[in-house]
């Protein structure tokens, strides 16, 4: 637990196990949408108990990852209880995530994902315009960012993200939640994906009907409100405190 939320779910014995509904969903994406065995160049914003890496570790072998966690102790902790598998090729850097992807070089990234949080939300300089920018500068063409946005039942929080992503150079975004929260019947996490390629929407729903509990695929039309009339944030307001990562 963090913040009154829960951070992970890590069966070490089956890095497959994705027991949250929202990371089978970020998972269900990358497998559509980054069809193929290879391995991918994978950045990740928040580390927490590792279980996105552990899971691309496992089926994309070889897959070389980058962590940006600041929290060096939660780190060190889940290391020694969770430790990672043989052969992995995941590196956790002890930095923040603007910081961290302001280090990296440009179209060195297949997938970048963003899942950081501050009291139960995306941080509000992960989410405005100059951050999201440097992710689309640190993403190689055909590449894919995938947030997990926690939001209330209005959905307008998501509304700004995706049309910062958009106003960044990845012009293609799409949301994906399960059906009670895509409905707006609560509070809850929903997945951004953003791209400067088109996505393929119906080999993603197909890949989002396999899950075992009913989810929604929403396409970033006029004609949907989550992203019809959003505007991006040029800069976040001051924060009263630091934020935390999973």
């Keep these: 637990m963090l913040d009154g939320f829960p951070q992970s779910h890590v069966n070490p014995d089956d890095p497959l196990d994705l027991a949250f509904e929202y990371v089978a969903l970020a998972a269900a994406a990358i497998d559509a949408v980054l069809a193929g065995p290879g391995p991918l160049r994978v950045t990740h914003v928040g580390g927490a ?145 953003g791209s400067e390629r088109a996505i393929d929407v119906g080999a993603l729903s197909r890949r989002v009907r396999q899950l075992p509990w009913p989810a929604r695929v929403f396409a970033p039309r006029p004609a949907r409100p989550f992203t019809g009339d959003a505007r991006p944030s040029p800069q976040p307001p001051p924060m009263e405190r630091g934020w935390r990562v999973r």
């Design 49 to 193: 108990g590792l279980t996105l890496p552990r899971w691309i570790a496992a089926t994309r072998p070889g897959s070389p990852q980058i962590v940006l966690e600041p929290d060096a102790a939660l780190t060190a902790a889940v290391r020694e209880r969770l430790p990672l598998p043989r052969g992995h090729r995941i590196r956790v850097r002890a930095v923040d995530g603007v910081r961290g992807v302001a280090a990296l070089r440009d179209g060195s990234a297949d997938l970048l994902i963003i899942d950081a949080f501050d009291n139960g939300r995306i941080p509000a300089d992960l989410a405005a315009l100059p951050f999201l920018t440097d992710c689309a500068r640190v993403l190689a063409p055909d590449g894919l960012v995938v947030v997990n946005i926690a939001d209330e039942p209005d959905g307008r929080y998501d509304d700004r993200v995706a049309a910062g992503l958009r106003a960044a150079g990845l012009v293609h975004t799409i949301l994906l939640a399960t059906t009670d929260i895509a409905k707006g019947r609560r509070f809850g996490n929903r997945i951004l994906l």
